[in-house]
């Protein structure tokens, strides 16, 4: 099925979880927060929240250390991550 990963739009495979989706973009599951359809899923509902075909799915990944307090937020690109998911 097709859904839109950070503006692009990538094949995956159907009957996929988020959580699954983050294993497979291999992200570590507490540097990443996810929005699904302009809505935060809280880490905990990604196990259960099934992804359907047109999907946008928004990752932004935490990067640590540098003169910030909070860290730096990294949106994840089209990097060869996302690379491994089309079919």
Known sequence: MRVQINGEVREVADELKLS??????SLAPERVAIELNQKVVRRTHWPETMLAEGD???IVHFVGGGGTAGGIRQQIGAASHLGRLVR
């Open 56 to 58: 946008r799915i928004e």
């Open 20 to 25: 699954e989706l983050v294993n497979e973009l």
